[in-house]
């Protein structure tokens, strides 16, 4: 009984903060016309505004980001032709990723460099973890397929690890710059600034929510190489 407790509360922190982005998100993409711009018009207004001329504005299926190497804002469809409040201040957070560039941020240029060495990184980490067990078994000892799965699962979790130690950047991208935008524009209408700070709350969380799935992951991959194992 114990044992399943606890399942459920592990389950209940890695899961909880995904779900509750994903339902907060939705939660304002209606009406989807409660604003006179689709979230890229808005997006395209605020560059002009914060003198970002080069920076881009692009649609994506990958999900809203800012991309630092490219100087491009990117927008997933329904943020990118939607007038509605999710898609307007999901747009005010990117642009103010697109500003911490533009003015150096330190956190922000070590989260860029982080992220770079993520990728990379969790590529091999999945390659370390799909070895392990066929190096056990041709070294016929445990020793190393041992050191390959703990170097895989270090790997993985780097994901978790970045997104929580650059969470300070989508805090700073949220409050100290996309609200300030949208509350000294008077762009929000009236009763919208409670709900604005909730989807940008949300924004903030995205990656970190995201990557704590990757920890299931990693339980998954660790229960198959045991049950290999005996």
Same mark, same amino acid.
């Given at each position: 009984?114990?044992?399943?407790?606890?399942?459920? @509360?592990?389950?209940? !922190?890695?899961?909880?903060?995904?779900?509750?982005?994903?339902?907060?998100?939705?939660? $304002?993409?209606?009406?989807?016309?409660?604003?006179?711009?689709? #979230?890229?018009? /808005?997006?395209?207004?605020?560059?002009?505004?914060?003198?970002?001329?080069?920076?881009?504005?692009?649609?994506?299926?990958?999900?809203?980001?800012?991309?630092?190497? &490219?100087?491009?804002?990117?927008?997933?469809? *329904?943020? %990118?032709?939607?007038?509605?409040?999710?898609?307007?201040?999901?747009?005010?957070?990117?642009?103010?990723?697109?500003?911490?560039?533009?003015?150096?941020?330190?956190?922000?240029?070590?989260?860029?460099?982080?992220?770079?060495? %993520?990728?990379?990184?969790?590529? $091999?980490?999945? $390659?370390?973890? %799909?070895?392990?067990?066929?190096?056990?078994?041709?070294?016929?000892?445990? +020793?190393?397929?041992?050191?390959?799965?703990?170097?895989? $699962?270090?790997?993985? #979790? %780097? &994901?978790?690890?970045?997104?929580?130690?650059?969470?300070?950047?989508?805090?700073?991208?949220? /409050?100290?710059?996309?609200?300030?935008?949208?509350?000294? #524009?008077?762009?929000?209408?009236? #009763?919208? *600034?409670?709900?604005?700070?909730? !989807?940008?709350?949300?924004?903030?969380?995205?990656?970190?929510? +995201?990557?704590?799935?990757?920890?299931?992951? !990693?339980?998954?991959?660790?229960? !198959?190489?045991?049950?290999?194992? @005996?």
């Amino acid at each position: 009984m114990n044992y399943l407790i606890g399942l459920l @509360i592990i389950l209940s !922190i890695i899961l909880g903060p995904s779900l509750w982005v994903q339902r907060t998100m939705k939660k $304002f993409e209606m009406p989807s016309d409660r604003y006179p711009f689709t #979230g890229a018009e /808005f997006t395209k207004q605020l560059l002009k505004a914060l003198n970002l001329n080069e920076v881009e504005v692009e649609s994506t299926d990958l999900g809203d980001h800012y991309d630092p190497i &490219s100087k491009t804002v990117r927008l997933t469809p *329904d943020k %990118m032709d939607s007038k509605s409040l999710t898609a307007v201040v999901v747009a005010a957070h990117e642009v103010g990723h697109a500003h911490q560039h533009s003015t150096r941020y330190m956190p922000f240029r070590v989260r860029t460099l982080l992220v770079k060495v %993520m990728a990379p990184a969790q590529r $091999f980490g999945a $390659f370390i973890l %799909m070895a392990a067990p066929l190096v056990t078994l041709i070294t016929r000892a445990p +020793g190393p397929g041992f050191i390959m799965l703990i170097g895989g $699962f270090l790997t993985l #979790g %780097m &994901s978790t690890v970045i997104h929580l130690v650059t969470l300070p950047t989508e805090w700073n991208a949220s /409050f100290s710059r996309a609200l300030p935008i949208l509350e000294k #524009g008077e762009i929000l209408k009236e #009763g919208d *600034d409670v709900h604005a700070r909730q !989807i940008l709350t949300a924004a903030a969380l995205t990656y970190v929510a +995201g990557s704590l799935i990757s920890l299931i992951n !990693i339980a998954r991959w660790w229960t !198959i190489l045991r049950r290999g194992a @005996i």
